[in-house]
């Protein structure tokens, strides 16, 4: 067993979306960087694959985009629903000031192995696979560094600055007691995989029914689909047995019929137990959370990938400079929370709407429902839905990136 030490000015926890961007960008500006990530590689099924218009539009600023779309995806343009039975349109992104006017759904380990492998033309990259952070190293009240898990050994991290972007069950965020406030989801969600034929219907997204929704998302040769369950439900589906939640997904989308069959076990359906909170505080002297780590985000609209990469921006535009000069300040810290808590809060507040007045409703309703006024008016008016798709594709404060280019490895 071999136990190693490195010094650093940034060490990243975390291999996700907020961690691999916000390494990417140091590195690119020149500051020496170490990102820890627990997994041997980036594949996990059903996480977020939805690359929305202002990560796209990140990618423009980086000089990245046509190679960043040369990974395989398919595009989302518009977004509609069939409520009971009536269809309707509802959000279009085509009007979008941007230079991609649709999402990208993009299976989450391409868009991270595309950031490590850009992140590897600089010298001052440093990825670590197979390596948990599990502690936090504090000295006189500061932290300085992390201690993390290898299969051969421990490693130590010395460093000016340790960024938590392990996820919403963060250890950083748990190591460093910093507090979190819990707004409560009422719904869990199922996702499994069902085959595409061409003959199905490419409109598809979302079906809500009395007591049941599912969301379909069309990803080439198959339907990446969200059953949506009350909270804490998965026993009692699990009790009426596969048979029946087969029967409840071909009722919603009857064109399965002839391959529900796919479903052949438990094992094929995975359950995201879904959790919306928010840090008090997200950080403390020496240590920072963004991402995940800082704010659980709900499925609602997909926009938990890109509020990551949207706090890894904001976060290198204001440390690279600090980091790089090894002086960086609380003050620092606190203008990177107080930038990105509005767009947070908003966002978390619009979902939160969206449960409590739709989801919640539906999930305990047992008559057929019918579209609520303001998705009539989406349907009747086109104009309004350049709405919804402004809040959803851009947001309300879209960062962009102000960190210079380092040279390349030669």
């Known amino acids: 067993m071999a136990d190693l030490s490195i010094t650093t000015r940034c060490c990243i926890a975390g291999g996700g979306p907020a961690g691999m961007m916000l390494g990417f960008l140091l590195a690119r500006a020149g500051v020496d960087v170490v990102v820890l990530e627990k997994h041997a590689d980036f594949f996990r099924d059903f996480r977020g694959d939805t690359v929305h218009p202002s990560t796209l539009e990140l990618m423009y600023e980086l000089g990245l985009l046509d190679e960043f779309l040369k990974v395989p995806h398919q595009k989302i343009q518009k977004l509609g629903a069939q409520i009971g039975v009536e269809r309707l349109q509802m959000i279009d992104f085509s009007h979008l000031p941007t230079h991609c006017r649709y999402i990208a759904m993009m299976p989450q380990w391409n868009f991270l192995n595309f ?5 590897k033309r600089y010298a001052t990259f440093d990825l670590h696979m197979s390596t948990e952070a599990v502690d936090l190293i504090e000295e006189g009240g500061r932290v300085v560094g992390v201690r993390a898990k290898k299969a051969d050994g421990e490693l130590t ?3 000016d600055l340790v960024v938590g972007c392990d996820g919403r069950h963060s250890t950083m965020r ?7 406030d819990d707004y409560g989801s009422p719904m869990d969600v199922l996702w499994f995989r069902i085959s595409r034929r061409e003959n199905d219907d490419a409109d598809t997204f979302g079906h809500v029914e009395a007591g049941r929704m599912l969301i379909m998302l069309d990803r080439g040769d198959y339907w990446q689909c969200a059953f949506v369950i009350p909270k804490g439900g998965i026993e009692a589906v699990k009790a009426r047995g596969l048979e029946a939640f087969r029967a409840s ?5 009857p064109f399965l019929s002839d391959r529900i069959g796919e479903l052949k076990s438990w094992d094929d359906i995975k359950l995201l137990t879904v959790t919306v909170d928010r840090l008090r505080q997200w950080w403390r002297p020496g240590l920072i959370c963004i991402g995940d780590s800082a704010h659980a985000m709900s499925p609602i609209g997909g926009v938990g990938i890109n509020m990551a990469v949207q706090d890894a921006v904001a976060a290198a535009n204001r440390l690279a400079g600090p980091l790089k000069a090894r002086a960086v300040r609380d003050e620092d810290l606190r203008a990177i929370e107080k930038r990105r808590t509005l767009p947070v809060r908003f966002t978390q507040w619009m979902q939160l709407i969206i449960q409590k007045r739709v989801i919640t409703r539906v999930l305990a ?6 579209p609520p006024l303001l998705f009539k008016l989406f349907g009747i008016f086109p104009a309004l839905r350049r709405i919804p798709a402004r809040l959803l594709g851009v947001g309300i404060r879209p960062e962009h990136i102000r960190t210079p280019q380092a040279a390349l490895n030669v």
């Not at 950031?115 to 992140?119: D, K, N, P, Q, V």
């Not at 997904?249 to 989308?253: L, R, T």
């Open 249 to 253: 997904v071909v009722e919603m989308s």
């Open 157 to 159: 991290i010395r460093a």
């Open 365 to 370: 309703s047992e008559q057929r429902p019918k």
């Open 174 to 180: 748990t190591k460093a007691s910093l507090e979190s």
């Open 115 to 119: 950031l490590a492998e850009h992140g």
